[in-house]
């Protein structure tokens, strides 16, 4: 069993920045794939970011290639998704969520095994 709770959302103005955090217990974090999502109210869940158990490996949603960046640290159960050059369109409630196989969190219909509650993030125009 893995719990996942994510921090760091807020209000921002649109091409400031925000990092968010999710943290992971319960089990080996290594082991676990981890991704992004985030929805929108009145739209479906879209991928943002996934990272591989090592960090070696990412993938991006087409959406925020080159203004996001995500990263983790197996020894602090943490990964961040570093979000730059915000526009309001990135609004939403963002969730991380980990899974044993990178394809869960990378590759639609993205099954995970675990998620988190959420983060709410707002941009201003």
């Known amino acids: 069993q893995v719990q996942l709770v994510e921090s760091g959302g807020g209000l921002v103005q649109a091409g400031g920045s925000l990092r968010l955090s999710c943290t992971a217990s319960?089990?080996?974090?290594?082991?676990?794939?981890m991704g992004w999502f985030r929805q929108a109210p009145g739209k479906e869940r879209e991928f943002v970011a996934a990272?591989?158990?090592?960090?070696?490996?990412?993938n991006y949603g087409d959406s925020v290639k080159g203004r996001f960046t995500i990263s983790r640290d197996n020894a602090k159960n943490t990964v961040w998704l570093q979000m730059n050059s915000l526009k309001p369109e990135d609004t939403a409630d963002y969730s991380c969520?980990?899974?044993?196989?990178?394809?869960?969190?990378?590759?639609?219909?993205?099954?995970?095994?675990?998620w988190g509650q959420g983060t709410q993030v707002t941009v201003s125009s």
């Open positions: 969520a980990a899974d044993p196989m990178y394809q869960a969190v990378a590759t639609p219909p993205y099954k995970c095994s675990y």
């Open positions: 990272i591989g158990g090592s960090g070696r490996v990412t």
């Open positions: 319960g089990s080996t974090f290594s082991s676990y794939a």
